[in-house]
């Protein structure tokens, strides 16, 4: 089972080096902003999960992604290696040493004027699917100031939660983190009333220093994936994680040992299910 798995892994790893091998040439970078997640994922614990995600704003879309992920884009783009065996196969693996950054939150999103476009990918597919820009924001005469920068209030509720926004007029950009957009301004802060997650800005880097720079957001990310809807991509992320015995089968291996771990591990999976507590708690 160990070796099924570790050649399963090899393949999986060495498909996403092919898959994020190219760089985007088009977007001229505008603007580039991290943010720092807070996030309670399970309901049982008081557990805060933290991630930082940037944002990077061209001159008429943004991307939105995991720093974590991105830096495993540029690890696996450089590290990958193949070696020919007598037989004629080919081995996959890694330069000695590689450490690939590892995180749950693999999607990319690009946000327009148009619409919102969520991709991900589920073993070895990109899918995608298309939302529209959120109409419905309250905006609301109050102002903070959060890490130095002059902010104005606004609300919506979005997918099952009530969210509290604050954006800035002094930063040009209808963007924010997610599927957040569409205020006169950059979102610096946005949390749900219930303090489940909380997005807050936390770096930029200076105009001055992105003059020349592209977007650099792979675009392997985002580009030739299967468009569908958001419940059917749920189910193929779920269908993934619950059949790996059928997962490895179609890779022609076989399993000897190793089933009731597999059925507990599903059986696990299953039971956290029922205390997921995830950022949308409707889907359209």
């Not at 999607?107 to 327009?112: A, D, P």
């Not at 902010?151 to 983190?177: L, M």
């Not at 507990?264 to 889907?283: I, S």
Request: aromatic share 12%; with cysteine; charged share 25%.
């Amino acid at each position: 089972m160990h070796y099924y798995k570790k050649q399963l892994q090899l393949l999986v790893l060495f498909y996403s080096f092919l898959f994020y091998a190219q760089s985007n040439k088009v977007d001229t970078l505008r603007g580039e902003f991290t943010y720092r997640l807070k996030a309670k994922f399970d309901i049982r614990n008081d557990n805060r999960f933290e991630e930082l995600f940037l944002l990077q704003a061209g001159d008429e879309r943004a991307f939105f992604a995991s720093t974590t992920s991105l830096k495993s884009d540029s690890v696996m783009a450089v590290s990958g290696t193949t070696t020919k065996n007598p037989d004629g196969s080919i081995t996959l693996g890694w330069k000695t040493g590689t450490v690939i950054p590892k995180t749950s939150q693999n999607f990319t999103i690009i946000q327009s004027s148009e619409n919102i476009q969520y991709f991900d990918s589920v073993f070895m597919s990109l899918l995608t699917y298309k939302e529209p820009v959120i109409k419905n924001w309250r905006l609301i005469d109050e102002t903070k100031i959060i890490n130095t920068i002059n902010c104005k209030k606004a609300e919506v509720t979005f997918k099952g939660r009530h969210w509290i926004a604050w954006y800035s007029p002094e930063i040009p950009f209808p963007y924010g983190p997610m599927k957040f957009s569409g205020l006169p301004g950059l979102i610096v802060k946005i949390t749900d009333d219930k303090g489940d997650y909380d997005f807050e800005f936390v770096k930029s880097v200076p105009t001055s220093k992105l003059k020349g720079k592209l977007v650099n957001i792979r675009e392997s990310r985002y580009t030739g994936a299967t468009e569908t809807t958001q419940a059917k991509l749920k189910q193929a992320k779920q269908n993934v994680e619950s059949n790996v015995t059928g997962v490895l089968a179609s890779y022609g291996t076989t399993i000897i040992q190793g089933q009731e771990m597999l059925r507990q591990r599903e059986k696990q999976r299953e039971e956290n299910k029922k205390y997921e507590n995830p950022l949308e708690l409707e889907q359209d």
